[in-house]
């Protein structure tokens, strides 16, 4: 597993896929194993380096990872097999908005890290596959330290994408439903969790 790790590290670099920091991960990782979670959800898949990852990080962790980019998808499940990840990795092909889960589907873990732009409609599609005691958490949360710095950037794609990651912070801070931690970790992590 250590060399496909390392093999999709300079993939990522070859074809400019944004797989998530190390530091990132690696904190995830951690809740993973201190919080006992079972089950994840992630939106965004990319090839398979986060997921992958997560499912390595306890013996009986187990995720359902979503991706909506056909290459990707087929580099994911590549990956996936591999690492001899089969068992513990489901790969979902299809567009997370467009995805009908069965509703009975619960997770302790949903980690959204899809198109930037769509965050608060990834969260409120994706709570209600949140276990009572579950958490969301999102990457890219600074994206690149521009989040909080919009009015500085000339109108353009740029601007519209930190603005819509700036309105996702606003929406978790004003949330009546989950309370939400920030993390100054790799591009920036949110926890959320069911107010209680
Ligand atoms: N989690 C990965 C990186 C994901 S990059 C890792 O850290 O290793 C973001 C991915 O989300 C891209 O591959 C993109 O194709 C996918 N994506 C964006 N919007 C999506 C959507 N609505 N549904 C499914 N996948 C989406
Ligand atoms: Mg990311």
Redesign the pocket.
Known sequence: MKQTILDMEQYAIDYN????EKKSIAFIMKYIKAKNIKSVL?????????AILMASSTPDVVVTT????ET?YMECLKNVKKCEMEKKITVVF????ELNLSDDLKYDLIFI???KG?YTKFFEKYKHFLNPNGTIIT?NIKFHGYVGESSKLDKGNLKSLVEKIESYVDFLKNNSEFDTKFYDVGDGLSVSTWKK
Request: charged share 30%.
């Open positions: 896929v944004p797989i998530i992630e939106i965004g898949s990319a090839i398979g380096y986060s979503i991706e909506r980019d990707r299809q567009d997370a908005l890290d899809a198109a769509q990457d």
